[in-house]
């Protein structure tokens, strides 16, 4: 049983994107050789196979692409936050890249639906590990 959130393993590939994400930032990568934005992160651009990349920070405003309420909690452990909304977000400067994430409300969750704006925030897991999730303001 799972007693515990399960938390990413850091790649190093990915270790600046987690090393981001504990400075409050979300961080997206490039191809250093054709600039093409990429997520997740990965070894290889997938459209001019370079392996080098770079990371570009940006704001985490964010568009709800698509959601789901997990009724009863996927795992035993998210019991004490169900009700929770999972997110598929699309960035606002990257149509095509979409990350998955907590959505947050300020008000009850049954009004949250696809086009909502959202605003990027962080919940520190570790000392290495802050997941981003996005609050519907």
Same mark, same amino acid.
């Given at each position: 049983?799972i007693?515990s959130i399960? !938390?990413p393993g850091?790649e190093?590939f990915?270790?600046p994107?987690? *090393? &981001?994400?504990s400075?409050q930032? +979300? ?12 997520f ?10 370079? +392996?080098n990349? *770079?990371w570009?920070?940006?704001?985490g ?5 698509s ?6 909690? +996927?795992?035993?452990?998210f019991e &004490?936050q169900?009700?929770y909304?999972?997110? #598929?977000?699309?960035? !606002?400067?990257?149509?095509?890249i979409r990350?998955?994430?907590?959505i947050?409300s300020?008000?009850?969750?049954d009004? !949250?639906? !696809?086009?909502d704006? #959202?605003?990027v925030?962080?919940?520190?897991i570790n &000392? ?10």
């Open positions: 049983m007693k399960p !938390i850091i190093d990915d270790k994107y987690w *090393e &981001n994400c400075k930032k +979300l961080s997206i990568q490039h191809c250093a050789d054709c600039k093409a934005p990429r997740p992160p990965r070894h290889m651009c997938p459209k001019c196979q370079s +392996l990349h *770079e570009n920070i940006v704001s405003d964010a568009i709800l692409w959601f789901v309420v997990p009724r009863p909690p +996927l795992l035993p452990v &004490n169900s009700p909304v999972v997110g #598929l977000v699309e960035l !606002i400067e990257y149509k095509n990350i998955i994430g907590e947050k300020k008000s009850d969750i009004s !949250i639906k !696809i086009g704006t #959202l605003s925030r962080f919940k520190k &000392n290495e590990i802050s997941l981003p999730y996005w609050v519907r303001e």
